[in-house]
């Protein structure tokens, strides 16, 4: 009775992590919340008095006891997911005249900070309640579910990381400035292709300007002979 539950929660929760990988948050807050329905359905049927009689009998016991700890936890994860995801929107982070709300970056940090976070616990449930003696239709979830998290792990550990820097790379803790190399794959160098034009951009306060700019030849013309080109090795 609960196994319909549990395909449906798995298919849905599968669901909502693509659709984070993509970048596309509300279709992933809805797949989360309907997996979460899903999976206290699931629960609440393995927690019926003739499913816990069950607990006596030897594998059914570890498995009966696998699904609904992992029913339980993946509703209360899947519910988390959906109300952090719910408030995650791309779209504020847009240029106004040249503008990025600083505000608005310090409010989407916990969301995903709570995302990242509630994933990992998952892939912990997972592992915790993983056991030789399930049976393969079990244990074959388990697998599935497992890697449908990992493979998220690395982009929102990205997004996590980048909401944090994003202020101060924006010019929060006073001005930035970055030279800009803009290149064509026309002419090959290198691996980025010859640059041809360039320009400096001021970063401060979210507030974002272009200084200067040119072609490549002011820069093989100034500076006269003496010239010296510094900066991290890898760049030289």
């Known amino acids: 009775s609960a196994r319909s539950d549990l395909e449906s929660g798995q298919a849905h929760a599968t669901q909502a992590i693509a659709a984070v990988q993509r970048g596309e948050y509300l279709e992933a807050s809805a797949s989360f919340a309907t997996a979460a329905d ?25 498995n009966r006891r696998a699904v609904a700890d ?8 899947s519910t988390a997911l959906a109300g952090a995801l719910a408030v995650v929107d791309p779209d504020q ?18 969301p995903f900070q709570t995302i990242r976070d509630e994933l990992v616990a998952l892939d912990e449930s997972i592992d915790a309640i993983d056991s ?14 497992r890697s449908d998290v990992a493979e998220s792990q690395p982009g929102l550990d990205s997004a996590v990381e980048a909401v944090a820097l994003a202020p101060r790379l924006l010019g929060s803790e006073g001005e930035r ?6 290149t064509t794959p026309a002419e090959a160098r290198g691996i980025a292709g ?5 320009f400096e951009l001021s970063a401060s306060d979210g507030q974002l300007s272009i200084v200067r700019s040119g072609r490549t030849l002011d820069l093989n ?16």
């Open 194 to 198: 010859f640059m041809g034009n360039w």
């Open 132 to 145: 030789p003696w399930l049976l393969a239709p079990v244990s074959a979830r388990l697998d599935e579910l």
């Open 70 to 77: 992992l029913s339980t936890r993946a509703a209360s994860a």
């Open 177 to 182: 400035r970055y030279f800009i190399a803009v």
């Open 38 to 62: 899903d999976f206290e359905a699931a629960s609440q049927s393995l927690s019926t008095p003739w499913a816990t009689a069950g607990s006596a009998v030897p594998v059914l016991a570890q």
């Open 93 to 110: 982070l847009r240029l106004e005249g040249g503008q990025v709300d600083l505000d608005v970056l310090a409010i989407l940090r916990d």
């Open 221 to 236: 013309q100034a500076g006269g002979d003496n010239r010296r080109v510094t900066g991290p090795d890898e760049w030289l």
